[in-house]
């Protein structure tokens, strides 16, 4: 392997790693809100899933601005789950 074949590949490697980090922070952060939406569902709160759409969005535009391709409705309604209509 010459030294330009080495950069190359560490390059990649760090790419793909990246975008394993972030794709792993989007899943997390979907995750928790989530848990949060499932959580306020006793209470029959619409304000309450409607402010956790909002923070579901606010995540979704800095995921968005990353380098990598971020699909924003899947992020929505994994957090939403059949909660989108909030």
Request: net charge negative; proline share 2%; hydrophobic share 40%.
């Amino acid at each position: 392997m010459s030294v330009t074949d080495l950069a190359d590949w560490d390059s990649r490697t760090r790419d793909d790693a990246e975008s394993d980090e972030l794709l792993a922070i989007d899943e997390f952060i979907a995750a928790v809100l989530r848990r949060a939406n499932e959580s306020v569902e006793p209470l029959r709160s619409p304000g309450e899933h409607r402010t956790i759409l909002r923070v579901a969005h606010l995540f979704a535009d800095d995921l968005a601005r990353t380098k990598r391709a971020f699909d924003r409705v899947q992020f929505i309604e994994t957090v939403m789950g059949d909660r989108s209509d909030a």
